[in-house]
């Protein structure tokens, strides 16, 4: 590792941690030529997460849509950004753990309203009627009346149940 001062290719790590998550070491660093001090991450090379489209066609996972779609339907809302955090980290865990490491845009979607049934049902029926393209009031009105027939909150991990009560 470089040194980020002085660009001396002799650095000695002085310290190094597994994260939380253990998916990345955190190393202190020192260069051997100026002393000076860093941090660096190290994480797997991992095949990278695609997402199969509705359409056919294939792209690189990307948080920041979800982030976004999540943002979008939690606006005005009671609901943290750390909670949407843990959402698109436990979708992307879900592609990640699976062998091909490919998932379809429909399958994310799904998971979304499934971890957002759980944290807002607001931003649920606002999500689901972006995803599943209501065209008039009545497909709202038929989604409350599925989300009042089953009021129970599925079950997800413990990373997505919120703590705070509604």
């Known amino acids: 590792m470089k040194c980020r001062k002085c660009r001396h290719p002799d650095t000695k790590v002085l310290e190094s941690r597994e994260s939380k998550d253990g998916m990345t070491i955190r190393r202190r660093r020192e260069c051997q030529n100026c002393s000076e001090r860093f941090t660096t991450f190290?994480?797997?090379?991992?095949?990278?997460?695609?997402?199969?489209k509705k359409d056919g066609t294939r792209e690189f996972f990307d948080r920041n849509k979800i982030m976004r779609s999540l943002s979008v339907a939690?606006?005005?809302?009671?609901?943290?950004?750390r909670d949407l955090t843990s959402v698109?980290?436990?979708?992307?865990r879900n592609i990640s753990q699976s062998e091909e490491k490919v998932a379809t845009s429909?399958?994310?979607?799904?998971?979304?309203?499934?971890?957002?049934?759980?944290?807002?049902?607001?931003?649920?029926?606002?999500?689901?009627?972006?995803?599943?393209a209501f065209s008039d009031p009545e497909d709202f009105a038929e989604e409350?009346?599925?989300l009042s027939q089953n009021p129970n909150r599925n079950a997800l991990p413990d990373e997505?149940?919120?703590?705070?009560?509604r």
């Open 42 to 52: 190290e994480k797997e090379d991992e095949q990278p997460l695609q997402v199969v």
């Open 74 to 81: 939690c606006q005005k809302r009671d609901v943290h950004v």
């Open 88 to 92: 698109v980290d436990w979708i992307e």
């Open 106 to 132: 429909t399958a994310i979607g799904e998971q979304v309203l499934e971890a957002l049934r759980s944290l807002d049902s607001v931003a649920y029926v606002r999500f689901a009627s972006v995803y599943r």
């Open 144 to 146: 409350l009346r599925r």
């Open 160 to 165: 997505l149940v919120r703590t705070t009560s």
